[in-house]
């Protein structure tokens, strides 16, 4: 359990941030789909890289050859189409709603999970840690975004990546038992840039971006995708895709943390209570609570 809780705050620091730099990246003149497109290409070859300099190159494509399907799959519905929804959404969100709606994966995560992978029961304390992660969502929001109905639209489509990020989670697990991390980081990213190449083409950016939005984008690749690829897959590999999922939970307190920091935004009471619940439901959900409560009756930790 120790490295568990390292992993998750340094990745939902790295994910945090990603809302920042989107929304820097779209009001600075980088349409969604060239955003997106130019994150997973500088990130893919940056995985790439890393992956060249570990196994060397001949055994890095040997690998990514191998692993061609998964990499398809997870490409899609870990990256490009969430990738794209969250930028689409930003564009009349704020970053920090945005994360909010990102605290949604665990739920379809479960409910996933409970189709494609029965062997991971879920505990009444874990589902009473995630009911109370969700409650402390609902606080953060205020449950009323505002903007009117275009605002309503663009956390909708952030809630709809998240059922993505959902099926990329129970996909990666069911495929990281014979694959590694970095190789599926690796050919997941690569195959979201792919994907997204034709779609940036058509929606070419109107003017130059600002040096900015340059900016957020390398940012983005670089934190946002290729570190936090390689981090999340390696908690998928040890503690599985529902408690992989549980960052979604911390990622807004980061969000809304750089916005106060970096663009003035308020941090109001509503949003230190529903972190408080948040916190309160990861300990739940993740079944941290169980372990200490096994430790002290001498039982052994469900928790892996």
Request: net charge positive.
């Given at each position: 359990?120790?490295?568990?809780w390292p992993l998750l705050v340094v990745l939902a620091s790295l994910w945090g941030s990603s809302y920042l730099f989107i929304k820097v990246g779209v009001e600075?003149?980088?349409?969604?789909?060239?955003?997106?497109?130019?994150?997973?290409?500088?990130?893919?070859?940056?995985?790439?890289?890393?992956?060249?300099?570990?196994?060397?190159?001949?055994?890095?494509?040997?690998?990514?050859?191998?692993?061609?399907?998964?990499?398809?799959?997870l490409g899609v519905v870990s990256n490009a189409v969430p990738f794209w929804l969250i930028a689409w959404g930003e564009q009349y969100v704020d970053s920090g709603?945005?994360?909010?709606?990102?605290?949604?994966?665990?739920?379809?995560?479960?409910?996933?999970?409970?189709?494609?992978?029965?062997?991971?029961?879920?505990?009444?304390?874990?589902?009473?840690?995630?009911?109370?992660?969700?409650?402390?969502?609902?606080?953060?929001?205020?449950?009323?975004?505002?903007?009117?109905?275009?605002?309503?639209?663009?956390?909708?489509?952030?809630?709809?990546?998240?059922?993505?990020?959902?099926?990329?989670?129970?996909?990666?697990?069911?495929?990281?038992?014979?694959?590694?991390?970095?190789?599926?980081?690796?050919?997941?990213?690569?195959?979201?840039?792919?994907?997204?190449?034709?779609?940036?083409?058509?929606?070419?950016?109107?003017?130059?971006?600002?040096?900015?939005?340059?900016?957020?984008?390398?940012?983005?690749?670089?934190?946002?995708?290729?570190?936090?690829?390689?981090?999340?897959?390696?908690?998928?590999?040890?503690?599985?895709?529902?408690?992989?999922?549980?960052?979604?939970?911390?990622?807004?307190?980061?969000?809304?943390?750089?916005?106060?920091?970096?663009?003035?935004?308020?941090?109001?009471?509503?949003?230190?209570?529903?972190?408080?619940?948040?916190?309160?439901?990861?300990?739940?959900?993740?079944?941290?609570?169980?372990?200490?409560?096994?430790?002290?009756?001498?039982?052994?930790?469900?928790?892996?």
């Amino acid at each position: 359990m120790r490295r568990y809780w390292p992993l998750l705050v340094v990745l939902a620091s790295l994910w945090g941030s990603s809302y920042l730099f989107i929304k820097v990246g779209v009001e600075g003149g980088l349409s969604p789909s060239a955003l997106m497109c130019g994150r997973t290409l500088l990130a893919g070859s940056l995985l790439f890289a890393y992956l060249a300099a570990t196994l060397g190159g001949r055994r890095a494509l040997s690998e990514l050859r191998a692993a061609w399907r998964q990499c398809a799959v997870l490409g899609v519905v870990s990256n490009a189409v969430p990738f794209w929804l969250i930028a689409w959404g930003e564009q009349y969100v704020d970053s920090g709603v945005a994360a909010i709606a990102q605290a949604t994966v665990p739920l379809f995560t479960i409910v996933l999970g409970l189709r494609f992978l029965p062997h991971e029961p879920l505990t009444r304390t874990r589902w009473l840690g995630l009911a109370l992660g969700l409650v402390g969502v609902g606080v953060l929001t205020g449950l009323h975004p505002g903007g009117g109905w275009l605002a309503v639209a663009g956390t909708l489509a952030v809630v709809l990546s998240s059922f993505s990020y959902g099926i990329g989670g129970v996909v990666g697990q069911r495929s990281i038992s014979g694959t590694s991390g970095p190789v599926l980081a690796t050919g997941a990213v690569l195959a979201g840039a792919l994907f997204l190449a034709p779609f940036a083409a058509l929606d070419f950016p109107e003017r130059v971006p600002d040096g900015d939005a340059l900016l957020s984008l390398v940012a983005l690749a670089v934190l946002g995708t290729a570190l936090a690829q390689l981090l999340f897959y390696r908690l998928v590999r040890f503690y599985g895709s529902r408690r992989a999922s549980l960052v979604t939970y911390l990622m807004p307190g980061f969000a809304l943390l750089y916005g106060a920091v970096l663009l003035d935004e308020p941090l109001t009471v509503a949003a230190l209570a529903g972190l408080a619940l948040i916190l309160a439901g990861v300990a739940l959900g993740s079944g941290a609570a169980e372990a200490r409560a096994a430790r002290a009756a001498g039982a052994p930790a469900r928790c892996r």
